[in-house]
């Protein structure tokens, strides 16, 4: 997976442009570009044309990602795609009301007559490669979170992130677990992300009867976990194995 990735970014609000300034920040040499969509949109868009005309869009883009945050805002991406051209869609979905399961249904369905790939990762960090290649570019870098961990004794000495939430939360998150011990480092994981505070929503929602921010602390805490199993073993004279 090589070549520079152009990610167009719709956002609607605090939500989506707090996302986006954490891929500038951390999104390398990417060209990233931000249209934001009209805050307040009736619920039943029945001229969808007239909105689009006053976006600044353009052809030229490979990933178009949608954080909008209300179901009508959501109906205009069939209409950008068609404007912009991008070979798939990342429709991520941290609040139920936004983005119901239904309205997912149908913009997949939509998308997928235009021959273009579209995926919702409920929540947003829950993302990981799914085998389309714009897609897993973004995904390697962004998405469920994935560590590096370095310990010493039983202390954690420095994490390094690999791949991250793209609301920032596990740089937050990784920052903070640096003198903790191993056996809380977990649980001290999954309470940073919520401190963040987490973009998700705290309220129990469909399709997991959970709430997302509940899911996103659990991936946080997984992945430290993971990290911890497969760290490097010290050799002898306490030397670290070679990787």
Known sequence: MQGLLRVLILTQGRYGERIHQNLIRRGGDWILKRVELPRHLPPLIEEPETILKGLDLS?????????GESPSAATLIPGVVELTGVEAVIAPVDRYPWLPLGLENQLRA???????????????????????????????????????????????????????????STWFMAERLIGVGVEEAA??????????????????EPPFDDAPIHISARLAMKAVERALKTRPKPGPRGMRAPC
């Open 187 to 204: 649980e001290r994981a999954g309470l940073l992300v919520q401190i963040y505070p987490c973009l998700a929503s705290r309220d129990i």
């Open 110 to 168: 939509e998308l997928d007559e235009m021959g273009v790939e579209a995926f919702f990762p409920r929540p947003f960090c829950s993302l990981t490669p799914r085998g389309f290649d714009v897609v897993d570019r973004f995904a390697e870098r962004f998405g469920m979170p994935r560590l590096r961990i370095d310990v010493e004794g039983d202390v954690i000495r420095a994490v390094e992130v690999l791949r991250g939430a793209p609301c920032g």
């Open 59 to 67: 052809k030229g883009w490979d990933l178009l990602i949608y954080l």
